[in-house]
T-cell receptor, first 114, second 111 residues
Framework: DAGITQSPRYKITETGRQVTLMCHQT?????MFWYRQDLGHGLRLIYY???????DKGEVPDGYVVSRSKTENFPLTLESATRSQTSVYFC?????????????FGQGTRLTVV | AQSVTQPDIHITVSEGASLELRCNYS??????LFWYVQSPGQGLQLLLK??????LVQGIKGFEAEFKRSQSSFNLRKPSVHWSDAAEYFC?????????FGTGTSLTVIP
């Protein structure tokens, strides 16, 4: 199906483990984003990517790593998960060829670090 | 720096009543503004957007929003709320291909 998909939808992991959240989009949008959603904070940008092999930090990048070897994929890795990284993570994409277009969101991944 | 403020953390309305959700932004140039809705366990869905032109914009699900430059506001309205409108609502400002979100307003609809 066309769109933006995240996997897994739910994940429980232990403190100190590495975990990767996947994001795949079928539109060939150049921009992709990772946000985390926490009560009282709304959506905060973790990392974004303007194109394949181009990534940049957002507001809260510490403890996270991203890569973008292909336009359609933008995985987010927690190198050593901490309880403070328990959150709902959203991947989004936008089309740079359309001036000031909106962001399109995936369904989210609920991550619990125990 | 760009920022978005949603002053109301939570709003409760009766079904059939009118609704207004507030959004104020801080942005140095012409803002590009969005309202998203998030149903429980779902991603964010675009309700409407403003880029230029008519300051009253219509969106999906019967929502509308009015851009007021003098007040730096972009409030969301609906004349008659349905129980299915219960959700989290986010206002956002766009800056090229960056997006800045408010902290959201949670809407409860009473039968």
């Amino acid at each position: 199906d066309a769109g933006i998909t995240q996997s897994p939808r739910y994940k429980i992991t232990e403190t100190g483990r590495q975990v990767t959240l996947m994001c795949h989009q079928t539109w060939s949008h150049s921009y992709m984003f990772w946000y985390r959603q926490d009560l009282g904070h709304g959506l905060r940008l973790i990392y974004y990517s303007a194109a394949a092999d181009i990534t940049d930090k957002g507001e809260v990048p510490d403890g996270y790593v991203v890569s973008r070897s292909k336009t359609e994929n933008f995985p987010l890795t927690l190198e050593s998960a901490t309880r403070s990284q328990t959150s709902v993570y959203f991947c989004a994409s936008s089309d740079a060829t359309v001036m000031n277009t909106e962001a399109f969101f995936g369904q989210g991944t609920r991550l619990t670090v125990v | 720096a760009q920022s978005v403020t949603q002053p109301d953390i939570h709003i409760t309305v009766s079904e059939g009543a009118s609704l207004e959700l507030r959004c104020n932004y801080s942005y140095g140039a012409t803002p590009y503004l969005f309202w998203y809705v998030q149903s429980p366990g779902q991603g964010l869905q675009l309700l409407l957007k403003y880029f230029s032109g008519d300051t009253l914009v219509q969106g999906i699900k019967g929502f509308e929003a009015e851009f007021k430059r003098s007040q730096s506001s972009f409030n969301l309205r609906k004349p008659s709320v349905h129980w299915s409108d219960a959700a989290e609502y986010f206002c956002a400002v766009g800056d090229g291909n960056q997006f800045y979100f408010g902290t959201g307003t949670s809407l409860t609809v009473i039968p």
